[in-house]
Nanobody, 126 residues
Framework: QVQLVESGGGLVQAGGSLRLSCAAS????????MGWFRQAPGQEREFVAA????????NYADSVKGRFTISRDNAKNTVYLQMNSLKPEDTAVYYC???????????????????WGQGTQVTVSS
């Protein structure tokens, strides 16, 4: 199993940018799908973006496509989420997650991911 620790959250004005980081340790993550999810108060956990470590293919939620970019640094075992043009509706706790079972395709479902970080708060003011 892989252990995940998120960082980089904070308070930003609408239109601004933040970069989240997810540091992975333990099992090698190069064969995994790494995803970002978010959860606002009273809301379901929502898929944001994911990346396959081996080939780098990505998938994004429609709500963030064109604004957010997911990337990875295999040497550092770190996944990033660059968030630009932030909106108040992006406010949520953001979680990094690892799917070590579904290697061949990217899932947008939270229940397909086995390992989760503790989350980092992102707040976007208007």
């Amino acid at each position: 199993q892989v252990q995940l620790v998120e960082s980089g959250g904070g308070l930003v004005q609408a239109g601004g940018s933040l970069r989240l980081s997810c540091a992975a340790s333990g099992r090698t993550a190069s064969s995994a799908v790494m995803g970002w999810f978010r959860q606002a108060p009273g809301q379901e956990r929502e898929f944001v973006a994911a990346i396959k470590w081996s080939g780098g293919s990505t998938n994004y939620a429609d709500s963030v496509k064109g604004r957010f970019t997911i990337s990875r640094d295999n040497a550092k075992n770190t996944v990033y989420l660059q968030m630009n043009s932030l909106k108040p509706e992006d406010t949520a706790v953001y979680y990094c997650a690892a799917d070590l079972r579904h290697v061949w395709a990217i899932s947008q479902m939270a229940y397909d991911y086995q390992n989760w970080g503790q989350g980092t708060q992102v707040t976007v003011s208007s």
